[in-house]
């Protein structure tokens, strides 16, 4: 999902690998695929944060920290970077040996605990003050399969953290033919499916966001992704 079912576009700044074509769901397992992916070329991601996550947890208390399909390790880098104990999952063994190496030349990699787990299967024991879920989507994950990790997310979460979930929510301005017929949640699809009990959570944050950025040509485009983030009761 994106790797650890990994990311189809997760780090917003690789628009290419993003938009190739994928098998159907079933074709393949989330390991095989991820793997061939992340062995197809050295370096796949930018290493910068995704800025969803940048925007919602920048200046917060820093404390544990859980990064769904951590992929080359970005976001965690950056998450220890601000204080965080981050344990960091990914179903790709490639990527998360990339991940390791990068957090060590960053200074960062003993806040940082690298974990293989297919989320479709398993997850870390928490709890964790942030768990963080950037742009969770996988060509080849089972429908409702996204959904499902999603709320079981939702128990690693410590009373009082928050879980916050950036989804993409169109196809960027310059794909005029779909390589695919994909569903892109809306914002009200993404929290319903939380299915969050009365009176535990708080939807702080529930937003679609337009952004400027450059097409593989280098043109002017933009691109539609959401967030959310949810807080459980203290």
Same mark, same amino acid.
């Given at each position: 999902?994106?790797?650890?079912?990994?990311?189809?576009?997760? +780090?917003?700044?690789?628009?290419?690998?993003?938009?190739?074509?994928?098998?159907?769901? $079933?074709?393949?397992?989330?390991?095989?695929?991820?793997?061939?992916?992340?062995?197809?070329?050295?370096?796949?991601?930018?290493?910068?944060?995704?800025?969803?996550?940048?925007?919602?947890?920048?200046?917060?208390?820093?404390?544990?920290?859980?990064?769904?399909?951590?992929?080359? $390790?970005?976001?965690?880098?950056?998450?220890?970077?601000?204080?965080?104990?981050?344990?960091?999952? +990914?179903?790709?063994?490639?990527?998360?040996?990339?991940?390791?190496?990068?957090?060590?030349?960053?200074?960062? $990699?003993?806040?940082?605990?690298?974990?293989?787990? +297919?989320?479709?299967?398993?997850?870390?024991? /928490?709890?964790?003050?942030?768990?963080?879920?950037?742009?969770?989507?996988?060509?080849?994950?089972?429908?409702?399969? #996204?959904?499902?990790?999603?709320? #079981?997310?939702? +128990?690693?979460?410590?009373?009082?953290?928050?879980?916050?979930?950036?989804?993409?929510?169109?196809?960027?301005?310059?794909?005029?033919?779909?390589?695919? &017929?994909?569903?892109?949640?809306?914002?009200?699809?993404?929290?319903?499916?939380?299915?969050?009990?009365?009176?535990?959570?708080?939807?702080?944050?529930?937003?679609?966001?337009?952004?400027?950025?450059?097409?593989?040509?280098?043109?002017? /485009?933009?691109?539609? &992704?959401?967030?959310?983030?949810?807080?459980?009761? $203290?």
């Amino acid at each position: 999902m994106t790797s650890a079912n990994q990311r189809d576009g997760r +780090d917003q700044h690789n628009h290419e690998d993003s938009q190739r074509w994928r098998p159907s769901p $079933g074709e393949q397992s989330a390991e095989r695929f991820w793997e061939d992916f992340y062995q197809e070329k050295d370096s796949v991601w930018s290493g910068k944060p995704n800025p969803l996550l940048v925007r919602e947890v920048e200046g917060v208390t820093p404390g544990t920290a859980l990064d769904l399909g951590c992929g080359e $390790g970005g976001d965690a880098i950056w998450l220890a970077r601000q204080g965080w104990r981050v344990t960091a999952v +990914d179903v790709s063994a490639t990527a998360l040996r990339r991940a390791e190496g990068h957090a060590a030349e960053a200074g960062v $990699g003993d806040r940082i605990t690298w974990q293989r787990h +297919d989320l479709a299967r398993s997850l870390p024991e /928490g709890p964790f003050d942030l768990v963080s879920a950037q742009f969770l989507h996988s060509p080849v994950a089972e429908e409702g399969e #996204r959904e499902d990790i999603l709320r #079981r997310a939702l +128990d690693s979460v410590a009373p009082g953290g928050v879980l916050v979930i950036g989804s993409h929510a169109a196809w960027p301005s310059w794909v005029d033919s779909p390589p695919q &017929d994909v569903h892109f949640p809306t914002v009200e699809e993404v929290v319903g499916a939380l299915r969050l009990p009365e009176g535990q959570w708080a939807v702080e944050v529930a937003e679609t966001i337009e952004s400027e950025l450059t097409d593989p040509e280098g043109r002017p /485009g933009r691109r539609h &992704d959401s967030v959310v983030r949810v807080r459980r009761a $203290g």
